[in-house]
T-cell receptor, first 116, second 114 residues
């Protein structure tokens, strides 16, 4: 149990276009989902926290208008990278949590975004 | 400021040898501590976690970790490494009063020699 999927697993897009990444909890309801960004050979950096039905909370330095997050249901959160540029190329990872802040976060496999 | 440090970027051990991955944290109160493993093409998998109680925590795949408050450390150990343990390992701190957000260390890449 506790499986989180991401779609697509990789995407290549042209500079200036927008890309949507989906994160789904397949066998549980996720009250909270997190979006991370990981650069090669580096750690995961939290971008934002989203709770179902409310606006996402972004970490300092993360552009809200660039990285749009929607948590429309208890099993789905989406990250849209708007007007993507090459510097947005990265590995994006989501995680989902059932209930309280001490519950385990379950991670998706990640999405590799390459902006040409 | 809250932070997690994994001093070793890359470690190579021989198969069957013991393993210890280091993790030090900086946090003002008792943290919630985690070890995750990341394999290529797969999501991060939780190996073990410490919230309270016994400071020696047992996890999956034969891993264990020991919380040492005096040293602000939470080192991961395994008595005998298998080739399939080769992966990236992340230590993380989860401050309770911030909605369960995780702060990750830089990661340690483990290579296993036959």
């Amino acid at each position: 149990g506790a499986v989180v999927s991401q779609h697509p697993s990789w995407v290549i897009c042209k500079s200036g276009t927008s890309v949507k990444i989906e994160c789904r909890s397949l066998d549980f309801q996720a009250t909270t989902m997190f979006w991370y960004r990981q650069f090669p050979k580096q750690s995961l950096m939290l971008m934002a926290t989203s709770n179902e039905g409310s606006k996402a909370t972004y970490e300092q330095g993360v552009e809200k208008d660039k990285f749009l997050i929607n948590h429309a249901s208890l099993t789905l959160s989406t990250l849209t990278v708007t007007s993507a540029h090459p510097e947005d190329s990265s590995f994006y990872i989501c995680s989902a949590r059932r209930g309280t802040s001490t519950d385990t976060q379950y991670f998706g496999p990640g999405t590799r975004l390459t902006v040409l | 400021a809250q932070s997690v440090t994994q001093p070793d970027i890359h470690i190579t051990v021989s198969e069957g040898a013991s393993l210890e991955l280091r993790c030090n944290y900086s946090y003002g109160a008792t943290p919630y501590l985690f070890w995750y493993v990341q394999s290529p093409g797969q999501g991060l998998q939780l190996l073990l976690k410490y919230f309270s109680g016994d400071t020696l925590v047992q996890g999956i795949k034969g891993f264990e970790a020991e919380f040492k408050r005096s040293q602000s450390s939470f080192n991961l150990r395994k008595p005998s490494v298998h080739w399939s343990d080769a992966a990236e390992y992340f230590c993380a701190v989860g401050p309770y009063n911030q909605g369960g957000k995780l702060i990750f260390g830089q990661g340690t890449e483990l290579s296993v020699k036959p």
